[in-house]
């Protein structure tokens, strides 16, 4: 069973930077695309980032620029390393494993809060 656990939101003011982390376990993780994404109160789960197994990214509009996805397959981890955050990145931040489909194949955790705000 895939298991993912993310960890690293907190309270930042505008402008400002986290860096969440996402291990998982369960999967050879070296193989498989993973994917990072939130969901704000009263709105549909969105996608964030996209890194494939070969390193190859893509990410939202809307954090272009300023969302960095990496990846390190030595440690099962996933990373995404925000930047000049906004008021509206605010959202429980996940990470998947997406399948076929647009299925995933972990169970959706806890997921990691962020909230950004003066």
């Known amino acids: 069973q895939v298991q993912l656990v993310e960890s690293g939101g907190g309270l930042v003011q505008p402008g400002g930077s986290l860096r969440l982390s996402c291990a998982a376990s369960?999967?050879?993780?070296?193989?498989?695309?993973m994917g990072w994404y939130r969901q704000a109160p009263g709105k549909q789960r969105e996608t964030v980032a996209l890194i494939s197994s070969l390193g190859s990214t893509d990410y939202a509009d809307f954090v272009k620029g300023r969302f960095t996805i990496s990846r390190d397959n030595a440690k099962n981890t996933v990373y995404l390393q925000m930047n000049s955050l906004k008021p509206e990145d605010t959202a429980v931040y996940y990470c998947n494993v997406p399948g076929s489909g647009g299925g995933f194949l972990g169970r959706w955790g806890a997921g990691t809060q962020v909230t950004v705000s003066s």
């Open positions: 369960g999967i050879t993780f070296r193989i498989y695309t």
